[in-house]
């Protein structure tokens, strides 16, 4: 069986061995929608939970910020700001200096200005006022509140000083929160590197619930929400996608309602299921941007895991062409000190280091299942310390798999990664 893989910009193909194949997990075809501008545009008329359009509700405000995701998140922003912005202006009346598109960095690095032009369309990305948030900037933050799990919420100034407030975001599965978006673009994206930190605490991700598709009973989610609420949201717009970032949903209005509608639809069109598990799963980080580095790769990892069957192997595809990861990433692979030590160690909260969150995830997984990387963007030196092993074909990973698990291994593809809510039945 023929399949392509998404692949940095481009895709790679596949064969699969004939009468192996368990299954390919995709989403769902939903068609997009006819006429995207025109779906924005009603979405934010007729907002849901009580919320009005932002040409109304911003009239009179001193000023309005509008966060945005970065560039990490696929948010077809060309077709998604200009009716708000219009809206803005010419609804509400204010003044083009006086609206502030704020890039919901987290700690990722900056958004860089050819990405902003990419993302934005060059009109918005140079007409507009455009700033990276900056997490590790400590006075650039006020603290709006603690959440009822006893984590303080510090928030980016220039949103909380704002007059009026607006979030933008993709939903999509999310390995920790359930699924993105909503909440997220303040909690953490727009957060202190203190608040990120405890909302990705080793504690809080081992509770239950924590898990992909699912926010009832999610711990990491409630608490992004209620840091969200904290905040204070006057306005939230989200869309779905399909694989080819076409819009299929537009959901605006009040921040929870809105995003709960999201994930709904998000998990109508993302679910699917094998019969059993696979000996060995192939999978990617649905190519660029969430395969720029390893460290957003683990998404498409995490994404395979409820369908290998225990001690198989997963298999992905991500080209990391900007490596490993951040900084404080690349050095904590390199001084791996062990699964034991180092969930012992971030267990007892001694000696926090900004992304282990991702690495904890990633174990979750490496208890399951081995994983073969198929990447030219890393080394071998690079992900030893993890016990990954790099091949430099799909077809070197998939002969590889097949000598540990036999001629008869069943095997699975999952070539959109991440944006599958895969399972079992």
Known sequence: MKISLPYGRGTVPCDLPDGRVAGVLKTARTPPVRDPAGAVKAALLAPCGGALSPGNAARGKNGACVVISDVTRPVPYRVLLPPLLDMLENGAGLKREDILLLVATGLHRATTPGELDEMLGPDVAAGYRTANHDARDAVGHVRVGVTGGGIPVDVDRRYVEAGYRITTSLVEPHFMAGF?????????????????????????????????????????????LEGALLAGVDFSVNVTVDSERRITGVFAGELGTCHEAACRFCAGTSSASLDSAADIVLTTSAGYPLDATFYQAVKGIVAAAPVVRQGGTIIIAAECGEGMGSAEFEEMVRGFEGREAFLERIGRGAGFTVDQWQLQMLLKVQCRARVLLVAGGVSQADVAPLGISLCRTVEDALSRATRIHGEDSRVAAMPEGPYVLAGIG
């Open 180 to 224: 993105s978006g909503g909440r997220k673009a303040i909690c953490p994206g727009i957060s202190s590197a203190d608040t990120i930190g405890l909302l990705h605490g080793a504690a809080l991700l081992a509770e239950q619930g924590v898990e992909t598709g699912r926010v009832a009973g999610n711990p990491v989610h409630g608490e992004m």
